[in-house]
């Protein structure tokens, strides 16, 4: 599927069909718009480099990410205009907690700008959240 074949959803967020394990989510990050492409690049190899074996999927036109020895997921991305939310689910329990809130009560946020983001406190919630049991989706 080409970047040209990419239908982008309201944000800019790619509409890339449901599918697991990593073409899927090359697929998406390939048609991230703008100064997102790059950093979604940037995020995968810091998770995989992170969790060796992490298991992916495309759900709801969003990457998701799991820990290779347990189900459930621990993380996923979306695009949005100004931002890429980077959602962990048990964040709650991480530490620190990443900033930003969530209508769900263990769920938190990290929202990464064209600025970019700390890559060894990314690495670090990374490393924590594959430690935790993942959400069933």
């Not at 989510?25 to 950093?39: G, L, S, T």
């Not at 992916?56 to 189900?71: C, L, Q, T």
């Not at 907690?97 to 064209?114: A, G, Q, T, W």
Request: charged share 25%; net charge neutral.
């Amino acid at each position: 599927m080409s970047k040209s074949q990419v239908t982008l959803l309201s944000g800019g967020n790619p509409q890339i069909p449901k599918g697991e394990g990593d073409a899927p989510v090359q697929a998406y990050i390939a048609a991230m718009p703008e100064w997102k492409q790059e950093i979604g690049r940037e995020i995968d190899a810091l998770i995989e480099h992170t969790l060796p074996g992490v298991r992916k999927a495309v759900k709801w036109n969003s990457p998701f990410y799991g820990a290779p020895d347990r189900e459930g997921w621990f993380l996923s991305l979306h695009c949005f205009e100004r931002y890429i939310k980077v959602a962990f689910f048990r964040g709650s329990s991480l530490n620190p907690m990443p900033p930003v809130e969530s209508k769900m009560p263990d769920v938190r946020y990290l929202h990464i700008d064209p600025s970019g983001f700390d890559a060894a406190q990314l690495t670090e919630w990374v490393k924590q959240a594959g430690r935790l049991p993942g959400v069933k989706m």
